[in-house]
């Protein structure tokens, strides 16, 4: 049972990196200050969405409509979280 539990810890730790990538690359986007004409950006850009589209969706389904402000990486942040510091230790 400790192998799938430092496992799944791995893929928590990695999600949230790639999150915390894909949060700082759109706030650099939104500022202008990448480009998503530059073809490294744009693919890893494209990249990050296909691989969190399927976390956000059904988090933008539930919560209500913000429109400018998108709030599913938050809800996915506080849920990686608390699955990596809270449930994941209270199963060793």
């Known amino acids: 049972m400790a192998p799938f539990i430092q496992t799944f810890g791995l893929i928590l730790n990695v999600a949230f990196t790639l999150l915390l990538v894909h949060v700082i690359m759109s706030w650099l986007i939104n500022f202008q200050v990448l480009n998503l004409g530059q073809p490294l950006v744009a693919q890893l850009w494209q990249g990050l969405n296909r691989l969190f589209e399927p976390l956000f969706r059904p988090v933008r389904n539930i919560l209500p409509n913000t429109h400018p402000l998108d709030l599913a990486p938050l ?12 449930f994941l230790p209270a199963l060793y």
């Open 75 to 86: 809800v996915v942040f506080i849920i990686i979280i608390a699955l990596r510091d809270y």
